[in-house]
């Protein structure tokens, strides 16, 4: 006898599925993840989205499997919430695993899922943010799940320099599940509990006996001070969703779109008469350039990326005068702020997606040039250096280059110049802008002068002065055109500001053609 269906019963019905797929793999399953100290992919949601934005779609979606017992282990949902919401009233598209599930395996349903949200984001042209927390591919359902998490990827590139693209790893993610966070332009990881490895422990120690954690071969530490992989890390999922909202703030919603405007309230006209005391005369003598960095941006409020990683380069996210921009920078305490292997790749992927989303970028310089040595030329110096070389000369974005004291060699090309398409090119009154310190340019220009003087130690003394008042300063490529203006250090911030406002409207066209080869 058939069922009269009413609107109420179907109504009860669908939300009973709903519950269902809220409910994930039940409330024991829900408890083992709150006392692991972490969320649920509902509750990781809820957290990063303005309250009541989210939109949940394919809702009900379950796993079309029936071999290894799968029909009797679907859940509406198949183990991950995907949608759209709000991150401070701008659309962002969000997808958040769930390892209640099946242990958040992706599988055909699954996979297709975040495939069509993707899809959708690209519709629009949103940010796609991902919150992993996956065992890895489906076995349960042979071939069938590898499709789907090859059109992530495929979609991941796809969506490259188009929208933003967040991966949050929340859990442990492994084996080639790990490439599409790889393929998006910014990884967070908590400090504990969340890991990234191509090949698990258990199969390492089979295949080379090597015995070790995976804490210890793919955690937060490891990803965030050895590989460059993980960009941002944070205490637990609540703080990583923050971080990821704030980050947020400084972007655009797309590569047609300018990264908002805001009023900061800090003075653009503000002086700052202590900011040369900050930086040494003596080059020799070091300094955080951090300090500088927070002096000079709106509220000292600067969003650094991979903070722990290549700490000879500073990149990260900050606004002066309401303007987002990418700050590029040496910092002198950490191999003097040479550039080497490790430093190019990463300012140089920094500046291509600031350069992507419109970005403008500032360079601060003390650098003395390319770090020197066997290990550094063994390890394509000059391969990893043509990166960065490649990034700002590419980058049609505003660049205002500053000279704090030294622009040494190679490197002077590497922090963007003027030669290298720098549209402001300042420095401060004791910056040296040459091919090496005055120093060893009197050692090579004078050497068989000097070993034939009568007080070689005078004569040397003598030439050192002469070059350093003739060259090593900022004055003689002012008069070559080599930089556009010679500031009062205490000026630094508004001499920013005011070049970043005439440039605010820059257009470059360039030939047309598929894409460059960078030198990867």
Same mark, same amino acid.
């Given at each position: 006898?058939?069922? +009269?269906?009413?609107?109420?019963? +179907?109504?009860?019905?669908?939300?009973?599925?709903?519950?269902?797929?809220?409910?994930?793999?039940?409330?024991?399953?829900?408890?083992?993840?709150?006392?692991?100290?972490?969320?649920?992919?509902?509750?990781?949601?809820?957290?990063?989205?303005?309250?009541?934005? /989210?939109?949940?779609?394919?809702?009900?979606? $379950?796993?079309?499997?029936?071999?290894? !017992?799968?029909?009797?282990?679907?859940?509406?949902?198949?183990?991950?919430?995907?949608?759209?919401?709000?991150?401070?009233?701008?659309?962002?598209?969000?997808?958040?695993?769930?390892?209640?599930?099946?242990?958040? %395996?992706?599988?055909?349903?699954?996979?297709?899922?975040?495939?069509?949200?993707?899809?959708?984001?690209?519709?629009?042209?949103?940010?796609?943010?991902?919150?992993? *927390?996956?065992?890895?591919?489906?076995?349960? $359902?042979?071939?069938?799940?590898?499709?789907?998490?090859?059109?992530?990827?495929?979609?991941?590139?796809?969506?490259?320099?188009?929208?933003?693209?967040? #991966?949050?790893?929340?859990?442990?993610?492994?084996?080639?599940?790990?490439? #599409?966070?790889?393929?998006?332009?910014?990884?967070?990881?908590?400090?504990?509990? #969340?890991?990234?490895?191509?090949?698990?422990?258990?199969?390492?120690?089979?295949?080379?006996? $090597?015995?070790?954690?995976?804490?210890?071969?793919?955690?937060?530490?490891?990803?965030?001070?050895?590989?460059?992989?993980?960009?941002?890390?944070?205490?637990?999922?609540?703080?990583?969703?923050?971080?990821?909202?704030?980050?947020?703030?400084?972007?655009? %919603?797309?590569?047609?779109? &300018?990264?908002?405007?805001?009023?900061?309230?800090?003075?653009?006209?503000?002086?700052?008469? +202590?900011?040369?005391?900050?930086?040494?005369?003596?080059?020799?003598?070091?300094?955080?350039?951090?300090?500088?960095?927070?002096?000079?941006?709106?509220?000292?409020?600067?969003?650094?990326?991979?903070?722990?990683?290549?700490?000879?380069?500073?990149?990260? /996210? &900050?606004?002066?005068?309401?303007?987002?921009?990418?700050?590029?920078?040496?910092?002198?305490?950490?191999?003097?702020? &040479?550039?080497?292997?490790?430093?190019?790749?990463?300012?140089?992927?920094?500046?291509?997606?600031? *350069?992507?989303?419109?970005?403008?970028?500032?360079?601060?310089?003390?650098?003395?040039?390319?770090?020197?040595?066997?290990?550094?030329?063994?390890? !394509?110096?000059?391969?990893?250096?043509?990166?960065?070389?490649?990034?700002?000369?590419?980058?049609?974005?505003?660049?205002?280059?500053?000279?704090?004291?030294?622009?040494?060699?190679?490197?002077?090309?590497?922090?963007?110049?003027?030669?290298?398409?720098?549209?402001?090119?300042?420095?401060?009154?004791?910056?040296?802008?040459?091919?090496?310190?005055?120093? #060893?340019?009197?050692?090579?220009?004078?050497?068989? $002068?000097?070993?034939?003087?009568?007080?070689?130690?005078?004569?040397?003394?003598?030439?050192?002065?002469?070059?350093?008042?003739?060259?090593?300063?900022?004055?003689?490529?002012?008069?070559?055109?080599?930089?556009?203006?010679?500031?009062?250090?205490?000026?630094?911030?508004?001499?920013?500001?005011?070049?970043?406002?005439?440039?605010?409207?820059?257009?470059?066209?360039?030939?047309?053609?598929?894409?460059?080869?960078?030198? /990867?």
């Amino acid at each position: 006898m058939a069922i +009269e269906k009413t609107h109420e019963s +179907e109504l009860a019905r669908l939300r009973s599925l709903e519950r269902k797929a809220i409910d994930g793999g039940g409330p024991k399953a829900i408890e083992r993840v709150h006392q692991r100290g972490k969320l649920t992919a509902r509750e990781r949601i809820n957290a990063l989205l303005d309250p009541g934005s /989210f939109v949940e779609m394919y809702m009900l979606a $379950e796993c079309q499997s029936h071999d290894f !017992g799968m029909q009797e282990r679907k859940v509406p949902g198949d183990a991950v919430a995907v949608g759209h919401g709000m991150i401070d009233g701008r659309q962002v598209f969000v997808y958040s695993q769930d390892v209640t599930v099946l242990g958040g %395996s992706v599988g055909w349903v699954h996979g297709e899922k975040i495939c069509r949200l993707m899809d959708e984001a690209l519709k629009v042209k949103a940010p796609i943010i991902g919150l992993l *927390d996956s065992g890895g591919g489906r076995i349960n $359902e042979g071939a069938g799940a590898s499709v789907p998490v090859a059109g992530i990827f495929f979609r991941n590139t796809a969506a490259s320099g188009v929208v933003p693209q967040i #991966s949050a790893m929340l859990g442990t993610c492994a084996g080639v599940a790990v490439y #599409s966070p790889a393929l998006t332009d910014f990884i967070f990881m908590t400090e504990e509990g #969340s890991e990234m490895v191509i090949t698990g422990p258990g199969v390492i120690k089979q295949v080379t006996g $090597e015995d070790i954690s995976i804490q210890e071969l793919g955690g937060a530490k490891v990803h965030s001070q050895v590989t460059g992989t993980a960009h941002f890390v944070a205490k637990d999922d609540l703080e990583c969703l923050q971080q990821i909202r704030r980050l947020m703030s400084f972007l655009p %919603s797309n590569n047609l779109e &300018a990264p908002p405007i805001v009023d900061t309230g800090d003075d653009p006209n503000r002086v700052d008469e +202590e900011l040369a005391g900050i930086v040494p005369p003596n080059l020799k003598q070091v300094f955080d350039m951090h300090k500088v960095i927070r002096r000079l941006v709106d509220n000292g409020d600067f969003m650094e990326v991979l903070p722990k990683y290549a700490r000879n380069i500073i990149v990260g /996210f &900050a606004r002066i005068g309401g303007q987002t921009v990418g700050i590029v920078a040496n910092q002198p305490m950490v191999m003097a702020g &040479a550039l080497d292997v490790n430093a190019a790749d990463k300012a140089g992927r920094f500046i291509r997606f600031c *350069d992507a989303f419109n970005i403008a970028l500032v360079s601060l310089v003390d650098v003395p040039g390319f770090f020197p040595g066997v290990k550094q030329e063994h390890s !394509g110096i000059i391969r990893h250096g043509a990166k960065m070389l490649y990034a700002f000369a590419e980058a049609t974005v505003p660049k205002v280059t500053l000279v704090l004291r030294k622009m040494y060699g190679g490197a002077f090309m590497a922090m963007s110049c003027m030669g290298m398409g720098v549209d402001q090119m300042l420095a401060w009154p004791i910056a040296q802008l040459v091919v090496m310190n005055t120093e #060893s340019a009197v050692n090579i220009i004078y050497r068989k $002068e000097i070993n034939e003087a009568e007080n070689p130690e005078e004569f040397k003394a003598e030439k050192i002065a002469e070059y350093d008042y003739k060259f090593s300063n900022p004055f003689d490529p002012a008069g070559k055109m080599i930089v556009h203006s010679v500031i009062d250090p205490k000026e630094t911030r508004s001499q920013l500001i005011s070049a970043l406002r005439m440039l605010r409207n820059k257009k470059v066209n360039r030939p047309e053609r598929k894409h460059g080869n960078i030198p /990867f």
